[in-house]
């Protein structure tokens, strides 16, 4: 048995898969396999694959979770670090993934975020956004899948990613192993390089999704609170909301000329900027472009909106099909 297996899973992903494999397979820590989970990728992903030294496991597209569960499935390792294929890691990144797992009380250990393509500025918005969030954090309440760790024997215990979630299948596990009163350790000095989506459109779309997913996960988890979507996200969602809803008092008017007409919109949009103040200054002190990050953010939580509506939909649908069918 080795000590560690790497189960990296890619989708569509042979314009990347080389760089990532090429990272991982030059580690300063002997002891480890690589396994690459194809999950269904239709341009030729798994013959670029076929290339290295790793074993390959193909399968029909069944999304994330799956495919980190098939790659647990066939993997020898004591411990396992999940990574998508699109990232790439420095040559210690796996030493120090799994060395925190010696801690009967780590339950989980997640990488360290940077970006693998910072000439674009939709990526670069997108970075300066999860870097804020992790920055001052050690010990987190919730999980990134693009890079984290665990301990095989507490992974087959956990009962593994649950498949039928699309998106936040990584925070459904991480969830658990809080119940169960384990920890998750942020690892600073095991960073990974992602390539972040350099479309507005595909960001936006993500976020929407993921939010659509996240408001069904949190009504079987009942956390309505992480350090991922702490309160604020929660006030940020309603004055956006207010402002949307307030915009047909400008539109009514040819000419709105009365301040009363108007200040419902222009009290929603000024605390929505208010409440992403703490990001922009942060951000802009470390580039003064990165002022932009005020309308990128209000975009994303606007996504986040229509997301969370299409989510809410799906729960009241579902309901009602349940009803109907008793």
Known sequence: MVKVSVVVIAYNLADKIAACLGSILHQDFSDYEVIVVDDGSVNGTAEKVNSYPVRLVKQRNQGRGAARNAGARVSRGEMIVFLDGDCIVGRDFVRKMVLPLQNPKIGMTQGYIDIANPENLIARLSFMRARHMFKDLQYLDFAWGAAMGMKRNLFERMGGFNDSIKFGEEDD?????????YMIYLV???RFFNHFTESLWKHLSRHAKTARWMVRLLRVTRRY???HFPLVKYF?????????????????????????????FLVSLSASVISH????????KKDVRYVLIIPFEFLTVISWLVGSAMGLGDVVLRSNLRKANS
């Open 173 to 181: 596990l991480a969830y658990r192993l809080l119940d169960a009163a």
């Open 188 to 190: 600073k000095e095991a």
């Open 225 to 227: 609170t992480t350090q």
């Open 236 to 264: 940020q969602l309603l004055v956006h909301a207010l402002a949307i809803l307030s915009l047909p008092l400008l539109l009514l008017e040819e000419i709105p000329l009365l301040i009363a007409e108007e200040l419902p």
């Open 277 to 284: 103040l703490r990001l922009a200054c942060w951000a802009i």
